[in-house]
T-cell receptor, first 114, second 113 residues
Framework: DAKTTQPPSMDCAEGRAANLPCNHS???????VYWYRQIHSQGPQYIIH???NNETNEMASLIITEDRKSSTLILPHATLRDTAVYYC???????????????FGKGTLLTVNP | NAGVMQNPRHLVRRRGQEARLRCSPM?????VYWYRQLPEEGLKFMVY????????ESGMPKERFSAEFPKEGPSILRIQQVVRGDSAAYFC???????????FGPGTRLTVT
């Protein structure tokens, strides 16, 4: 799987949009970008994933650049409960491959401040 | 629709005892994955099971660890003769197929004294 690079930490004011960047310059054509988050002492929570088109669900939006070398997870109106470590993971599993092992790096600690 | 369930949430064992961790996947999911998170580290893949079959156990320590996912009942991760280094959070995830996203349970925190 391609390596990802994320800033170690970010701050965001409550009610504002949180934009979390991820670089994956070595991503290959059949690799998807997945985002998970882990709130302290809880299990990772699936947020969203995408291949090349922008995606949106009830939790967040995923913007993938045209060259697919980077992406941004957007939480439109961050709340205190969104404080967590956010993981950007590149993986081929949705392409029918056998790479079902999720590789969690250090992620970005997002702190939402009141 | 209940999520992935794990029990117990906390487990304390003395060195040399056995630890049994249980995982019930989400309804409709037949693929189960176990991950381990050591203190201050990221999650590491351990094993992937589909009903009654171990598909990939490449992340499992060679000794003392085993996993099963019987036709009926939850998946079990079993650690025999636990040592202090086994103290960690063990997370189970499930998916509808191996191509679908994985959903995680709340984890079992194992403490070996």
């Amino acid at each position: 799987d391609a390596k990802t690079t994320q800033p170690p930490s970010m701050d965001c004011a409550e009610g504002r949009a949180a934009n979390l960047p991820c670089n994956h310059s070595t991503i290959s054509g059949n690799e998807y970008v997945y985002w998970y988050r882990q709130i302290h002492s809880q299990g990772p929570q699936y947020i969203i994933h995408g291949l090349k088109n922008n995606e949106t669900n009830e939790m967040a939006s995923l913007i993938i650049t045209e060259d697919r070398k980077s992406s941004t997870l957007i939480l439109p109106h961050a709340t205190l409960r969104d404080t967590a470590v956010y993981y950007c993971i590149v993986n081929r599993m949705s392409s029918g491959g056998s790479n079902y092992k999720l590789t969690f790096g250090k992620g970005t600690l997002l702190t939402v401040n009141p | 629709n209940a999520g992935v369930m794990q029990n117990p949430r906390h487990l304390v064992r003395r060195r040399g005892q056995e630890a049994r961790l249980r995982c019930s996947p989400m309804k409709g999911h037949s693929h189960v994955y176990w991950y381990r998170q050591l203190p201050e580290e990221g999650l590491k893949f351990m094993v992937y099971l589909q009903k009654e079959n171990i598909i990939d156990e490449s992340g499992m320590p060679k000794e003392r660890f085993s996993a099963e996912f019987p036709k009926e009942g939850p998946s079990i991760l079993r650690i025999q003769q636990v040592v202090r280094g086994d103290s960690a959070a063990y997370f189970c995830a499930s998916s509808k197929t191996r191509e679908h996203e994985q959903y995680f349970g709340p984890g079992t925190r194992l403490t070996v004294t």
